[in-house]
């Protein structure tokens, strides 16, 4: 079972970054956490595995570096390298999916680990814009902030707003979007909505073929 630990981690991260941010506790800690699962599951994978390494070195040192210095170039390309890391997941597990011929337990799971994993792509997508353009995401934002809690705050909202679009709640949140990002989030939303079908075509077809192959 290779995907579990990443589910786990991915509810966790979900679940505890308000209450560690409110503690001020080290939220690098919770991107350590997807980095270790997520190299643990195509740890099979040997030039993915090497990649998903290096790459999620330089996203936690930047990231814990941009947090205590305070530089701005720091937590950019932390997000920056986060982001790649997490499209080379998702081109992997998307192919495993599509590539599979029957339903194990860990291929469902996978396909969840798959949807969240996406959310959270988009979620350093529109962050790392946020950084370099902060008034291309909200309407009223001036000059992105480098403390630690505004960071975090902004981040999670930004979070909070990439999942509104991948599961198509509609986003409530306080400040105004701007039209790219609406834009941005209506891909999204589209994304989400056409894996979802081509997900649950496939289990069913999963499904129909065990019950010919069993009649």
Known sequence: ???????????????????ARASAAPVGLFLILVFLTVIYAFRHIRSLTIALVALGTIAVVTRFAGDHLQVFAFLAIS??????????????????????????????????????????????????????????????????????SASEEKFTEVFYFSLSALTTIGSSGEEALTTMARQLAVVESAMGQLYLAVLISRLVGFSTTGDSKAG
Request: proline share 6%.
């Open 79 to 148: 997000h920056a390298f986060s982001l790649v890391a997490m499209l080379l997941v998702m081109v992997e597990m998307l192919s495993e999916v599509l590539r599979a011929r029957s339903a194990s337990t860990d291929l469902v799971i996978g396909a969840v680990c798959l949807y969240l994993v996406i959310g959270v792509a988009w979620t350093f997508f529109y962050y790392s814009i946020y950084l370099f353009s902060p008034g291309s995401i909200f309407a009223s934002s001036g000059p992105a902030s480098l403390t630690a």
């Open 1 to 19: 079972m290779r995907y579990p630990p990443l589910l786990i981690a991915l509810f966790l991260a979900m679940l505890l970054r308000p209450f």
